[in-house]
Structures are given as structure tokens and as C-alpha cells.
Nanobody
């Protein structure tokens, strides 16, 4: 069974930094796009950043210049470095990936369980 597990969330003061990590585990043949989403209370889940297998990145306008997404294909991991954090960044952050399991022909989309990020003013 393939799963995603996030780590690195926590409480930080405004202006601080956090680094989120997400590890994909299981019998994986290939991982295509990977990304981070977030959901604040009372709001819809939104894309924060994504990275293709080849390394092309995409960011939400609200985090451009502050957040950096990266991945390690050898370790099946994706990271989100978050700098200059603002109270508006407070949310549950979810890892997401399109994964092709070994022995199958179809990739499917998987979510992690989420990790809380709280930024105090």
C-alpha cells in the first residue's frame, strides 16, 4: 500500500521559518507531480506549490518569493521550505502526489494526513 506521511509542522512566530517534509512509501514504480496544499479553517483547500518529476515548479501567488518546493526522487520525498511566515499562512498543510505503484498500469492521486502549521503574530 502506498502512502504519504508529512512531518515538520508546528508553531512559529511571524517572520520565522519551517520546513515541511513528505515521504512516500510502499511499492512505488514512479512518482509524477508532487505538491503541497493547505486548508485554513472555514476555507477551501488550495494549492501552495507543486513540482514535476523533472523539477518544474509552480507556486501560489501568495507564497512566491517566500516558499520553496523541492524533491528528492531517489528518496521519494518532497519538501516545502517556508520563510517569512505570516499569520495568514496558518493552516493544515497536505502533501499530494500522483503515484504509479509497482506492478500496475495506472497512476493515482494520493493525499497525506496533513500537518498543522500555526504562525503567531
Amino acid at each position: 500500500q502506498v502512502q504519504l506521511v508529512e512531518s515538520g509542522g508546528g508553531l512559529v512566530q511571524a517572520g520565522g521559518s519551517l520546513r515541511l517534509s513528505c515521504a512516500a512509501s510502499g511499492t512505488i514504480f514512479s512518482i509524477y507531480d508532487m505538491g503541497w496544499y493547505r486548508q485554513a479553517p472555514g476555507k477551501q483547500r488550495e494549492l501552495v506549490a507543486s513540482v514535476s518529476k523533472g523539477g518544474s515548479t509552480n507556486y501560489a501567488d501568495s507564497v512566491k518569493g517566500r516558499f520553496t518546493i523541492s524533491r528528492d526522487n531517489a528518496k521519494n520525498m518532497v519538501y516545502l521550505q517556508m520563510n517569512s511566515l505570516e499569520p495568514e499562512d496558518t493552516a493544515v498543510y497536505y502533501c499530494n502526489a500522483d503515484i504509479l505503484p509497482s506492478g500496475t498500469y495506472f497512476a493515482y492521486n494520493i493525499w497525506g494526513q496533513g500537518t498543522q502549521v500555526t504562525v503567531s503574530s
